[in-house]
C-alpha cells in the first residue's frame, strides 16, 4: 500500500534521462553557451541526418544519389546546421531547431529508425534549450508525438524504442518551465497519446509496459501538481474546451484513432497549432481545471469500463493509482472547483464502494488509500461518502462473519488502523456521525470493531489481533494528545429535554464556534440515544414506545402525525414490519403519518424504479392488497409532487408502481414458473398515462431494471450492513446536498469523554487479552502504552470507574497475588517479563492518576502487602515526608525513644528476613553465612533478582504514600478505607504472623498518610481513630501491632495539634484510648507512653487549651506516678507546666494540682520528688494571685473568674491537707509548711468571707482532727514522730488565725471560728504520747494562745463588757482557755488592766459579744 512518490522526489529517474543542470530556470541563471548550443544542435542534426543517409525512403529511390540529397526532411536538417553557425543565429534558434526533428517525426517517409533517432535529437535538443522554449514551441512537439507516424512492419524492438522515446518527448514538454503554455487541449492529446501507448504495449515486451506506465503516472503528477497554483474558478473554459474523447469499446484506452494502413496512429484530436501565438496572435491560455477535469473524468471512466466489460485487475489497478497521484498532488485544492469535487463526491467514490468489494486485495489496498487520502484532504465534502465506505467496505471485510477472505480482512483492518491514526477521525466520525440522528453510529461500530478484533477468541494470537489493537491504542493515544492540549477541563453539563421541540428541525447556530456545535453535537447524541431506547420499546409494544417518547419529550403529549412520521422515517432500530402495519392501517391517524411519512422524501429527478425501492427500504410493505394499496397512494402522490413532468396525473404514478411491484413479483418468486416478458409488461401498461401509452424505452429501461435489480419488499432489519446499490447511491448524493456541515475535529478534548465512556470497557478488555496472551516484548509495550493512555484519559476525564477497572486488570497481571504458587517467587517474578511490565504500569498510574483511583487502591494494596511479605520493599514506604523535623525524644529523657515498631521480625513463607527494605532482601540472596547452609544462587537467579529490584525501584511505591498530601479528597478516603481494610479487623485471640505482621505494615502506611496530611485531618480522622480503637480495645496482651497503634496516636497528635488548634480538643480525648488499655498492655508500654506524653506537653503546651484536652493529658501523666519507670519522665513533664506558672491556665490548674498530690503520696522514687511536688503545689497559689488581679474589676464574666480561682485554691488547700496527713515525716512536715504558705500568702487573691469559712471548716479544722485522730489511733510505726507533726499544725493554726484576724473578725461566724481554734487547743493539750502528754504541745500551746489573746486584746476585740447580757464570747474564750492554762488570764489581763477596761470600755466589733 505504498503511496507513488511525488514529483521531484529524490531517486533515479528512469525517463528524465536530460541533465538536471538543463532544466533550471532562467532566474536560476544564464542560458547555456550559444556556441556549444549551436555545437550540440549540429551534432543532433548530423546523427539524424547520417541514419536518414542509411534508410530514407523516397519516391525517386532509384535515380541518383544526390536526387534523394533534395529530399525536404534532409534539405530542413542541412538548413538547420547552416542556421545554427551563422554568425548572428536568430533568437527563436531553440525553437526552430525543433522544427526538422518535429518534420521527421510526422513524415511518413520516415522509417523507424529515422523516427527514433528524431525523437531522441528532439529530446536532446529540449534537454539543452528548455529554458528558451516557448509554450508555441511545446505544442508542436505534443502535436508531432501525438501524430508520429513511421513506416509498418519495423522490428518489434524498433518499435518499442519509438514508443519509449515518444513517452520521454511528452514527459520532456509536461516538465518542461513553459509547461503551463501548452493549453488545455494539448495536455489532453498528450496525456490521450500516452494512454495510447499503454494499451499498445500490453502486447510489447515488459520494458515497454513498465515504461509507459511509468510515464503516464509521470503525467498524470506533473498536470495535478499545478492545481494547488491555480485559483478557485472552473471559469477558464472560456479558451479551448478539452476533449478526452469518448470511451470506445473497440478502443478501450479512451481515443478515437485512425489507422492509415501503414502502422501509423494519428488523433484527431491531435492537429498542429498554426494559429498559436506567434503565427496569428490567437492566446492559447494556460493549462488549467478543465483539462484537470477532463483527465480525472477519462480515470473514472476506466473504472466504469471495467465494470462492463469484466477485465482482469490490471487496468482497474492502474487506474486508481493514477487517481490516488492526481488526489495526493491536487489535495484539499479540489474543493476550491466545483467540476472536479463534483466528480469525486459522485463518480470516484461511487466506483470505489464497487471496487472495495473487490476479492484482489491490491485493488482493495488502493481503494483505502484513496479513501484515506480523500479523508486527509476532502473530509468536508464527503460526510455521507466516507459513512457509507466505512459501513459498506471496512466494517463489512474486516470481520469474516460477512464472508470476507482473510487478505480483505487484513487489508481493511490495516485501513481501518491507518484511519485511526489520523488524530481526530474517531472524533469527527463521532461528532459527524455519531451525533447524528440520520447517520450511523460509525465511531461505535469501528471501536466495537476493533475491540472484538483485538480477542484471541479460542486461536493462537495473530497479526491480525496485533493490528486491530495498534488501532485501538491510536485511538486512545489520540485522545490522549488532545488531554495534552487541553487548557482547561471542558466543563459537560448532563443533557436534558425539558420540553418537545421536533428533533427533526434542530439546528445549530455557528458550527465554527466549538461553544455551540459541541453542545448541539451533544444533544443530538441525547435525542439519538432516546430514540435508540425508544424503538426497542416501540418494537415489543409500539403503544408504550410511542408513550415513552412522549415522557421524554420527543413526541409531544397528544400526538401529531408529522412528528410520528419523522419518528419513523429518522429513527435506527425500529422493527420493519411493525412500521409496514403501522403506516398500512385504515386508522385515519395512521393515513395521515402515512402521507406525513412520504413528505420526508425527495424524488426529484429521480426514475419511478429508484423512488420505489428508496421508499419500500424504509419498512416492509404489508401483504393485504388494501394496505398496499393505501402505501402506494401515499408513494404516488409525493412522486408525482416532485415529477409532474413525468405522468399526465397521479393516477399513472399509482398505476404503473402497482406494476412494478407485480413485475418484481413475477420476477424474482420462485414458485412463478412462466415469467413476464417485457412486451407483455409493455402491454400491461397500456393507456395509462391519461388514456396515452407511456415511452416505450421508460417502460423497456423499467423492466430491465426490475429484472437485474430486484425490488426488496422484505428489506433489511435495523442498520444492517448493506450493499450500495444504485438507487441508494442516487439517495446519498441527494442527502449529501443538505446534510449538516462536516466539524472538522478540534486539538481540544470536547466530546472525548462521552466518546471514552463508550470505549472504554471493551478497550482495556481487549488490550488485557492481548496482554496475557503475548510474549513478545513489542506487543507488551504497546499494551502498556494503552494502559497509560487509558489511565490519562480516565483520569482527565473523571472516570474513576474506568480507572478502577484498569487497575484490576493490571494487577491480576502482576502475579503478585498469587506468588504462593510459585517455590521461588522473587526469582519468578523477576524472569517474567510481563509481570513486572505490568507491576511497574500499575503503580506509574498509582502515582500518577492516584487521584481518581477509588476501589482500586484495595487492589494495589493487595500488591504492596505481597511485595511487603517477600521483602522487596523500600525500607522508608512508610515514613512521612517530616520525619526529619521530628525532635528526638532526648529531649524529654536521656532514654532512647520506642521505636516506631522495627521491621517484622516474622518469617514470612520461610524466608527469614535479616534486614528490611529492598537492598536487604538481596543482600540475602549473596549472604553465605546463614545458619542453615544454603546452595550459592546461580547467576540466573542473580539476574533475575536484580530485574526484581530494579522494577521495584521503578515502581516508587513510597511516592504513594510520601505523596498523599497531593491526592484529591474522595481518592485519599478511599486509600484509608483500603488500608484499614486490608489490615483486617483486630483479634482479641493470637491472630496469625502473617496477619499481624500485615496489619502492622498497614497500620504504618495509615500514619504516614495521616502525618502527611494534616491539613485534611478532619477527612481521615473519624476512620483513624475507629481503626485504632479498635485495636486498642481488642488487645489484651502485648504485642506489635497495639504498640503501633498506640505510639502512632500519640505521634499524631505531636504532629497535628499545633496546626489544628480546632481539632485540638478532638485529638487530645483520642488519647483517652490509651487509658482503656488492658493492665497489662499499658505496664508494658507505660514508660514509652509517658515519654511520648512528655514530648507532647513540651511541644504543644502553648495548644492545648481546653479543660477536657488538659485533663487527658494530665490524667496521663499522673497515672505513672505509682509506676517504677514511668514516674520519673511523668512528673518531669507536671513540673514543665507548673513550673513558675510556666504553662498553668484556669483551665488545667485543677488537674496539674491532683497530678502533682499524686506524685506527692507515691512512694516510688525518693521522698525528694514528693517534696519537690509540694513546692510546685505551693509555688502555684501565685497563678493564682496573678489571675486574680488581672480579672478584677472585669464585670460579670470577671466575677465569674473570681469565684473559679477562689473554688481553685480552695481545692489546692484540700490536696496539701491530704498531703498533710502522708505517713513519711519530712512529706507530711513539709505539706504542712506548704498549707500555712498557701494560707497566708493571700493578699492579692480576692477571697471572700465564705471562702474563709470554708476554708476553716474543710481544712484546717479538718486536718487538726485527722491529725489527732490519726495520733490516737495509728502505730507509731506507720506514722513517725506525729508529736513534731502536731506542734506544726498548731502553729499554723496560730500564725494563720493572727495574720488573717482582721478579715475573720468581720465574718459572721467569726465566734464559732475562734471557739473552734480554742476547742482543737483544748484537745491537742490533752494528746497523749507514748502514753504521756506530749511536753512540746504543753509547752506550745499554751505560748501560741497566749499571743493570740494579747493580739485580740490589742485589737479590741477580747474584752469584758459590761453590757446586760454578759459577753459570751469573754466568757467561752475564758473557759476555753482556762482548760489549756489557768495563767493566762492574769498574764493577758493583769488585775489593773482588767479594772480600766472594765471602767472605760473600749470599742468593739459588731459581732464581739455573739457566739
Not at 529540449?126 to 501525438?146: I, N, W, Y
Not at 481493511?412 to 488502523?417: N, P, Q
Not at 461500530?445 to 493462537?460: G, R, V, W, Y
Not at 432489519?717 to 456541515?741: A, C, N, V
Request: some cysteine.
Amino acid at each position: 500500500m505504498g503511496r507513488p512518490r511525488t514529483l521531484g522526489a529524490g531517486g533515479i529517474d528512469p525517463i528524465a534521462e536530460e541533465p538536471h543542470h538543463a532544466r533550471s530556470s532562467p532566474a536560476d541563471g544564464p542560458g547555456p553557451d550559444p556556441a556549444a548550443l549551436s555545437c550540440a544542435i549540429s551534432a543532433e542534426a548530423s546523427a539524424v541526418l547520417a541514419v536518414m543517409r542509411r534508410g530514407l525512403r523516397h519516391p525517386r529511390a532509384t535515380a541518383a544519389d544526390d536526387a534523394a540529397a533534395e529530399h525536404p526532411l534532409v534539405a530542413s536538417l542541412r538548413s538547420l546546421r547552416r542556421l545554427a553557425f551563422s554568425p548572428a543565429p536568430p533568437a527563436a534558434l531553440p525553437a526552430a531547431a525543433l522544427r526538422p526533428f518535429l518534420d521527421a517525426v510526422r513524415s511518413e517517409d520516415a522509417g523507424a529508425a529515422v523516427t527514433s533517432a528524431s525523437l531522441a535529437a528532439l529530446h536532446e535538443v529540449m534537454s539543452l534549450t528548455g529554458p528558451a522554449l516557448p509554450g508555441a514551441a511545446l505544442r508542436e512537439v505534443v502535436d508531432a508525438v501525438a501524430s508520429c507516424r513511421f513506416e509498418a512492419g519495423a522490428e518489434p524492438g524498433a518499435e518499442e524504442a519509438v514508443l519509449m522515446r515518444m513517452l520521454q518527448a511528452l514527459l520532456a514538454c509536461l516538465r518542461a518551465p513553459a509547461a503551463a503554455a501548452l493549453g488545455d487541449q494539448h495536455v489532453c492529446t498528450a496525456v490521450n497519446t500516452c494512454f495510447r501507448v499503454v494499451h499498445q504495449a500490453a502486447a510489447k515486451g515488459e520494458l515497454l509496459q513498465r515504461f509507459s506506465r511509468h510515464a503516464m503516472h509521470e503525467l498524470i503528477r506533473c498536470v495535478f501538481a499545478r492545481l494547488p497554483q491555480i485559483g478557485s474558478a472552473d471559469g477558464v473554459d472560456g479558451a479551448v474546451k478539452p476533449e478526452m474523447g469518448g470511451t470506445d469499446m473497440n478502443h478501450p484506452f479512451g481515443i478515437r484513432q485512425m489507422e492509415n494502413g501503414n502502422g501509423s496512429y494519428m488523433s484527431e484530436t491531435g492537429t498542429s497549432d498554426e494559429n498559436s501565438a506567434d503565427g496569428s496572435g490567437l492566446v492559447v491560455e494556460p493549462y488549467g481545471v478543465p483539462c484537470m477535469v477532463e483527465i480525472f473524468h477519462f480515470l473514472c471512466s476506466l473504472l466504469n469500463v471495467v465494470e462492463q466489460i469484466g477485465l482482469d485487475e490490471d487496468l482497474p489497478l492502474f487506474a486508481l493509482k493514477l487517481i490516488n497521484s492526481a488526489i495526493e498532488l491536487g489535495g484539499s485544492s479540489i474543493q476550491k472547483h466545483p467540476k472536479l469535487l463534483s466528480l469525486v463526491q459522485d463518480e470516484l467514490f461511487r466506483n470505489l464502494m464497487q471496487f472495495g468489494l473487490s476479492m484482489s486485495p491490491l485493488i482493495l489496498s488502493i481503494v483505502c488509500s484513496i479513501a484515506l487520502n480523500l479523508y486527509h484532504h476532502l473530509r468536508t465534502e464527503l460526510k455521507l461518502q466516507l459513512e457509507a465506505f466505512f459501513s459498506c467496505i471496512i466494517i463489512r471485510l474486516a470481520q469474516p462473519r460477512f464472508g470476507a477472505t482473510y487478505h480483505q480482512q487484513e487489508v481493511a483492518m490495516e485501513a481501518l488502523v491507518d484511519f485511526c491514526r489520523q488524530k481526530n477521525f474517531m472524533v469527527e466520525m463521532y461528532a459527524n456521525l455519531d451525533c447524528d440522528i440520520t447517520c450511523r453510529n460509525v465511531f461505535e461500530e469501528l471501536a466495537n470493531l476493533l475491540s472484538k478484533s483485538a480477542f484471541p477468541i479460542n486461536c493462537p494470537l495473530s497479526s491480525m489481533h496485533i493490528l486491530a489493537l495498534e488501532g485501538l491504542i491510536a485511538v486512545i493515544q489520540g485522545m490522549a494528545d488532545r488531554i495534552g492540549n487541553a487548557t482547561s477541563r471542558p466543563v459537560l453539563m448532563p443533557v436534558e429535554l425539558n420540553e418537545y421541540t421536533p428533533f427533526w428541525t434542530v439546528k445549530c447556530e455557528n458550527f465554527s464556534d466549538p461553544w455551540h456545535w459541541v453542545k448541539f453535537v451533544r444533544q443530538r447524541k441525547y435525542v439519538k440515544r432516546r430514540l435508540m431506547i425508544g424503538a426497542d420499546h416501540f418494537n415489543r409494544d409500539p403503544k408504550k414506545g410511542l408513550e415513552f417518547l412522549q415522557g421524554t419529550h420527543l413526541l409531544p403529549e397528544k400526538l401529531d402525525p408529522q412528528s410520528v412520521a419523522c419518528f419513523f422515517r429518522y429513527t435506527a432500530g425500529l422493527d420493519k414490519n411493525l412500521v409496514g402495519d403501522f403506516l398500512g392501517n385504515h386508522d385515519e391517524f395512521c393515513v395521515q403519518v402515512l402521507h406525513e411519512f412520504a413528505q420526508t422524501f425527495d424524488f426529484q429527478e429521480m426514475n419511478l424504479d429508484t423512488a420505489l425501492r428508496l421508499f419500500l427500504e424504509t419498512f416492509r410493505l404489508p401483504g393485504e392488497s388494501q394496505k398496499i394499496q393505501r402505501v402506494l397512494e401515499a408513494f404516488s402522490d409525493r412522486y408525482y409532487e416532485q415529477s409532474p413532468q413525468a405522468f399526465a396525473n397521479k393516477d399513472t404514478a399509482l398505476l404503473l408502481s402497482y406494476s412494478i411491484i407485480m413485475l418484481n413479483t413475477d420476477q424474482h418468486n420462485m414458485q412463478v414458473k412462466k415469467k413476464m416478458t417485457e412486451e407483455d409488461f409493455i402491454k400491461n401498461n397500456r393507456n395509462i398515462n391519461g388514456g396515452s401509452d407511456l415511452p416505450r424505452e421508460m417502460l423497456s429501461e423499467l423492466y430491465h431494471s426490475i429484472c437485474r435489480n430486484e425490488i426488496k419488499t422484505t428489506p433489511e432489519q435495523g442498520m444492517g450492513y448493506f450493499e450500495m446499490s444504485p438507487s441508494r447511491w442516487i439517495d446519498l448524493m441527494r442527502k449529501s446536498k443538505s446534510t449538516s456541515p462536516y466539524i472538522v475535529g478540534d486539538s481540544q478534548p470536547f466530546l472525548d469523554h462521552d466518546m471514552f465512556a463508550v470505549m472504554s470497557g471493551p478497550t482495556i478488555a481487549a488490550i488485557a487479552v492481548v496482554f496475557d496472551h503475548s510474549e513478545h516484548e513489542d506487543v507488551l509495550l504497546t499494551c502498556v502504552d494503552g494502559f497509560l493512555g487509558v489511565a490519562k484519559i480516565s483520569a482527565f476525564h473523571h472516570l474513576e470507574d474506568v480507572l478502577d477497572d484498569l487497575v484490576v486488570s493490571l494487577c491480576k497481571f502482576t502475579t503478585l497475588l498469587n506468588t504462593s504458587l510459585v517455590e521461588e517467587p522473587v526469582t519468578a517474578f523477576g524472569d517474567d517479563l510481563k509481570a513486572r511490565l505490568a507491576t511497574e504500569t500499575l503503580f506509574t498510574i498509582a502515582n500518577r492518576y492516584g487521584d481518581y483511583i477509588r476501589t482500586g487502591w484495595r487492589n494495589v494494596l493487595d500488591c504492596i502487602l505481597r511485595l511487603h511479605k517477600l521483602g522487596l520493599l523500600p525500607a522508608r514506604v512508610a515514613s512521612d515526608a517530616a520525619d526529619d523535623s521530628e525532635p528526638s525524644a532526648e529531649a524529654v529523657q536521656g532514654k532512647a525513644a520506642p521505636s516506631a515498631i522495627p521491621p517484622s521480625h516474622i518469617p514470612v513463607m520461610g524466608t527469614p528476613r535479616k534486614s528490611s527494605g529492598l537492598m536487604g532482601r538481596f543482600s540475602q540472596l549473596l549472604s553465605l553465612d546463614s545458619e542453615e547452609p544454603r546452595s550459592q544462587p546461580t547467576e540466573q537467579q542473580l539476574a533475575a533478582h536484580q530485574r526484581t529490584l530494579q522494577t521495584i525501584q521503578k515502581c516508587r511505591i513510597d511516592s504513594i504514600f510520601t505523596e498523599s498530601k497531593f491526592l484529591q479528597p474522595d481518592s485519599l478516603l478511599q486509600l484509608a478505607r483500603a488500608l484499614i481494610w486490608a489490615a483486617g479487623r483486630p483479634q482479641k485471640v493470637t491472630s496469625s504472623p502473617d496477619d499481624e505482621d500485615t496489619a502492622v505494615f498497614c497500620l504504618e502506611l495509615l500514619i504516614a498518610i495521616t502525618l502527611n496530611n494534616r491539613d485534611r485531618i478532619v477527612l481521615l480522622w473519624q476512620g483513624v481513630y475507629e481503626h485504632i480503637a479498635n485495636i486498642v480495645q481488642s488487645t489484651v496482651m502485648p504485642c506489635a501491632l497495639v504498640e503501633k497503634a498506640i505510639f502512632g496516636l500519640l505521634r499524631i497528635c505531636q504532629r497535628l495539634l499545633p496546626y489544628k488548634e480546632n481539632l485540638a480538643d478532638e485529638l487530645l480525648r483520642s488519647l483517652q484510648l490509651v487509658l482503656k488499655l488492658d493492665a497489662r498492655v499499658g505496664d508494658a508500654y507505660s514508660e514509652n507512653i509517658t515519654q511520648e506524653v512528655a514530648r507532647l506537653v513540651k511541644a504543644n503546651a502553648a495548644h492545648i487549651k481546653s479543660q477536657m484536652g488538659w485533663r487527658t493529658v494530665v490524667m496521663l501523666l499522673s497515672i505513672t506516678a505509682r509506676h517504677p519507670d514511668a514516674s520519673e519522665v511523668g512528673f518531669e513533664a507536671i513540673m514543665f507546666i507548673m513550673t513558675e506558672g510556666a504553662h498553668l491556665s484556669l483551665a488545667n490548674y485543677g488537674f496539674c494540682i491532683e497530678a502533682s498530690r499524686q506524685f506527692a503520696e507515691s512512694r516510688v522514687g525518693l521522698a525528694d520528688r514528693s517534696i519537690r511536688a509540694l513546692d510546685l503545689m505551693s509555688d502555684s497559689v501565685r497563678s493564682l494571685a496573678l489571675w486574680s488581679q488581672e480579672t478584677k474589676g472585669t464585670g460579670e464574666e470577671g466575677e465569674k473568674r473570681l469565684e473559679a480561682i477562689r473554688e481553685m485554691w480552695l481545692k489546692l488547700l484540700q490536696s496539701l491537707k491530704k498531703l498533710s496527713l502522708d505517713q513519711r515525716e519530712e512529706v507530711r512536715n513539709h505539706a504542712l509548711a506548704s498549707l500555712q504558705r498557701c494560707l497566708t500568702v493571700t493578699e492579692e487573691i480576692c477571697l471572700q468571707s465564705a471562702t474563709w469559712s470554708h476554708a476553716f471548716d474543710l481544712v484546717i479544722f479538718a486536718l487538726l482532727d485527722d491529725l489527732l485522730e490519726i495520733s490516737q489511733n495509728h502505730s507509731q510505726k506507720d506514722y513517725r514522730n506525729m508529736e513534731g507533726s502536731l506542734v506544726l499544725a498548731m502553729k499554723l493554726v496560730a500564725k494563720v488565725y493572727l495574720q488573717l484576724l482582721p478579715d475573720l473578725f468581720g465574718l459572721s461566724s467569726f465566734c464559732k471560728l475562734w471557739l473552734g481554734v480554742l476547742s482543737r487547743m483544748e484537745k491537742y493539750i490533752k494528746i497523749k504520747v507514748r502514753g504521756k502528754r506530749s511536753d512540746k504541745l504543753q509547752e506550745v500551746i499554751p505560748d501560741l494562745l497566749k499571743n493570740i489573746l494579747l493580739v485580740m486584746k490589742n485589737k479590741g476585740i477580747l474584752a469584758k463588757r459590761s453590757t446586760i447580757g454578759g459577753d459570751s464570747l469573754w466568757e467561752l474564750t475564758w473557759l476555753h482557755a482556762n482548760n489549756i492554762s489557768t495563767s493566762l488570764l492574769p498574764e493577758v489581763f493583769p488585775s489593773q488592766e482588767y479594772e480600766q477596761q472594765n471602767s472605760a470600755g473600749s470599742p468593739r466589733g459588731p459581732n464581739a459579744v455573739e457566739a
